[in-house]
């Protein structure tokens, strides 16, 4: 009896902890979202701030692919969001993700922008609980004057290359 209860003090009562998965300090995703009135694809000196827009942070599965881990926020009036997550998602794939924006004049999202990938763990080395994705943007149907003159200042000779 006494080794069935050693047993279950060193072996299934841990895996028990661990299958919770909570984090003692609760990772924060922190990221920004913009308009490009300019449809270049990424942020310009003519990009603003989307302020309301809905993101949420979602963890899939791995293998499956089946979302396990759902959670929205919101941006505030510099188009930032921060959306806190408790869980550890050590096996799974989570990334921040655009749902919608409130202004129609800037309501579709820029492929490729639409979504920012996420490491969700705390067993990776990083020391900060803050995560960091990248820049997600929503563009303008049609490019907004002035932004043909702004475009080519991106625009490169192969020469200069």
Do not use: W
């Not at 009896?1 to 909570?22: E, N, W």
């Not at 990772?27 to 920004?32: A, K």
């Not at 809905?54 to 188009?79: L, M, N, Q, W």
Request: charged share 25%; glycine share 6%.
């Amino acid at each position: 009896m006494a080794k069935v209860l050693l047993f279950v003090a060193l072996c299934v009562l841990p895996a028990l902890v661990s299958a919770t998965r909570m984090v003692k300090n609760p990772l924060m995703v922190q990221g920004h979202v913009y308009c490009d009135p300019c449809r270049a694809g990424f942020e310009t000196p003519k990009s603003r701030c989307v302020s309301d827009a809905k993101v949420k942070v979602v963890c899939s599965d791995r293998k499956t692919g089946e979302v396990i881990y759902e959670r929205e926020g919101r941006t505030d009036k510099a188009g930032n969001y921060q959306i806190p997550v408790a869980e550890d998602h050590l096996d799974q794939i989570c990334d921040a993700v655009l749902v919608k924006n409130y202004q129609p004049e800037c309501a579709t999202m820029t492929p490729g922008r639409e979504r920012a990938r996420v490491i969700l763990t705390n067993y990776n080395g990083i020391a900060s609980t803050t995560r960091y994705a990248n820049a997600m943007g929503f563009m303008t149907e049609e490019p907004e004057a002035g932004c043909t003159e702004m475009m080519k200042m991106y625009q490169t000779d192969e020469e200069d290359v």
